[in-house]
């Protein structure tokens, strides 16, 4: 099946249409044209060889909701037609204890992502969302609820279940304390999240601007970071705090404000952070501890309970020809709180 996406030939430089081949179908694979294709910090970071593992030409995009236009010979879960949505994997060995449990995203072979890693099969490198089409395994398609504003939807496909797992791991409910740290992609999506859980939610910020904005999208309480006196007030106070800032930073101060035996999660940023001071971690037995995605149950699990809850994403739609405006948006945090590519509306 030949298609067409954006794809930056080289780090920094700009998003072009690119032709190319999706795979032909496997017996097990369905090929989905996207409707829909969020746009994550990490195909910036990827896009700029952040990381230092972009393979070039390279199509981000892991946050994708389609419709299945065709279906391999063994493929039982879906039928031509179907609205259905792609996140940050699509394979693993499906062997290994991990995949047997249902945490594919921690694949002791390791898991496939959704662009820039190496098919399994053939070895070719994946192209992801920011295209017309893509062609998945089965067992890594997930249903959307007919409920679900399919144009809203694609974040939650990563900014949606980045922060849902560990609000699940970590058993957050009513009664629990929980506070979020940015309030970007990440950040918004774990405050409806929370709250949907009955927990109280405090979003901590280093700007009293964001106040407004937090308790608006549900947060029961602000916590302004750049005050000491507020920060001491608060100590001892949340049971989990949800890291979501993408960049190097000092998480030292956030320390004190757990409960003993609380956990401070970071779910942003993906490298260095600055150097930890373990006086707070000792005197209440507080952790530190980082969260991938979910598996593909749980991923399904949270679109069940998306649509149950009507949580959505807050989303600004573009077009594809619009991306590398939207990159350099994204790069100044001017978005609110996360970009949706509409296929349908694109003229590439």
Known sequence: MK????????????????????????EDDVAIEILYSGVCHSD??????????????????????????????????????????????????????????????FCEAGFTQTYNSVDRHTQAITKGGFAKHIVVRQEFVLSIPKSLDLAKAAPLLCAGITTYSPLRTWNVGPGSQVAIIGMGGLGHMAIKLAVAMGA???????????????????????????????????????????DTVPVKHDITPYLPLLKVDGTLTLVGQVGPIAEVNTVPMVMGRRRIAASLIGG?????????????????????????????????????????????????????
């Not at 391999?72 to 693993?92: F, I, L, N, P, T």
């Open 296 to 348: 593909i149950a749980q991923t399904q699990e949270m679109l069940d309970f998306c649509a149950k809850m009507n949580i959505l994403p807050e989303v600004e739609m573009i077009k594809m020809e619009e991306i590398n405006q939207a990159f350099e948006r994204l790069e100044r945090a001017d978005v609110r709180y996360r970009f949706v590519i509409d296929m349908q509306a694109s003229s590439f």
């Open 200 to 242: 109280h939610v405090t979003v901590i910020s280093r700007s009293q601007d964001k106040q407004g904005d937090a308790l608006d999208l549900g947060a029961n309480d602000f916590l302004l970071s750049s005050e000491p006196e507020s920060m001491e007030l608060s100590a001892n106070r949340f049971d989990l705090i949800l």
């Open 44 to 105: 910036l970071h990827t896009v700029n060889n952040d990381w230092g593992w972009t393979v070039f030409p390279t199509v981000p995009g892991h946050e994708i909701v389609g419709r299945v236009v065709e279906v391999g010979s063994q493929v039982s879960r879906y039928k031509v037609g179907d609205q259905v949505a792609v996140g940050c994997m699509v394979d693993s060995c499906q062997s290994c204890s991990q995949c047997h449990s249902g945490e594919e995203q």
């Open 3 to 26: 298609t067409i996406g954006f794809a930056a030939e080289s780090a920094h430089s700009p998003l072009q249409p690119y032709e190319y081949d999706c795979r032909p179908l496997r």
